[in-house]
T-cell receptor, first 115, second 112 residues
Framework: DTEVTQTPKHLVMGMTNKKSLKCEQH?????MYWYKQKAKKPPELMFV???????INESVPSRFSPECPNSSLLNLHLHALQPEDSALYLC??????????????FGPGTRLTVT | QQPVQSPQAVILREGEDAVINCSSS?????VHWYRQKHGEAPVFLMI?????EQKGHEKISASFNEKKQQSSLYLTASQLSYSGTYFC?????????????FGKGTRLSVIA
């Protein structure tokens, strides 16, 4: 199974809502990533979890809150978002992160619209 | 830190070849190549580590010139399925223990 799954596929939320994005992989990967991708732009790294610990936060606003409950699951909690946060949110995983260099497997993404 | 990709876009007829370049102003430890089709997730193509190695599978190969801080992706005898946006991602430094940063992408369209 080389699949990263993400739910929901689409999400529309108001600026006062609280919602969560979910990502799951069963490949035994120990590094998991959240990326944000705007239309016709490259993925931009937001967070990296390595062995269930947050290892990189790319100065992301606190209205985005990541969580890694176990080695297979990654959540992104959203609160008080702005319209400019509308984007495709991609989750990815790799065997590990750091000195080893492994390919990242991406999920299909959650298309988020903030109204 | 963002690598520079060229060209920005290219249109090919089936069977033609293409080269996509990725260059950095910083010393590179590794270069990753991904392809993303419209509405889909990026898909891994290959990783090249410093040492100037070349990799390839089937009709897609890549090279990495560590001294020039450049990588090139070679697509030969292109097929319709090669259409998509190609991103290079780079890790800088000596040990590569830095986050992957993607270039702006090269949009490749293969027409019949």
């Amino acid at each position: 199974d080389t699949e990263v799954t993400q739910t929901p596929k689409h999400l529309v939320m108001g600026m006062t809502n609280k919602k969560s994005l979910k990502c799951e992989q069963h490949m035994g990967h120990r590094a998991m990533y959240w990326y944000k991708q705007k239309a016709k732009k490259p993925p931009e790294l937001m967070f990296v979890y390595s062995y269930e610990k947050l290892s990189i936060n790319e100065s992301v606003p606190s209205r985005f809150s990541p969580e890694c409950p176990n080695s297979s699951l990654l959540n992104l909690h959203l609160h008080a978002l702005q319209p400019e946060d509308s984007a495709l949110y991609l989750c990815a995983s790799s065997l590990s992160q750091g000195t080893e260099h492994y390919e990242q497997y991406f999920g299909p993404g959650t298309r988020l619209t903030v109204t | 830190q963002q690598p520079v990709q060229s060209p920005q876009a290219v249109i090919l007829r089936e069977g033609e070849d293409a080269v996509i370049n990725c260059s950095s102003s910083k010393a590179l430890y590794s270069v990753h190549w991904y392809r993303q089709k419209h509405g889909e997730a990026p898909v891994f193509l290959m990783i090249l580590l410093k040492g100037g190695e070349q990799k390839g599978h089937e009709k897609i190969s890549a090279s990495f010139n560590e001294k020039k801080q450049q990588s090139s992706l070679y697509l030969t005898a292109s097929q319709l399925s090669y259409s998509g946006t190609y991103f290079c991602g780079t890790e800088i430094g000596d040990s590569g223990n830095t986050p992957l940063v993607f270039g702006k992408g090269t949009r490749l369209s293969v027409i019949a």
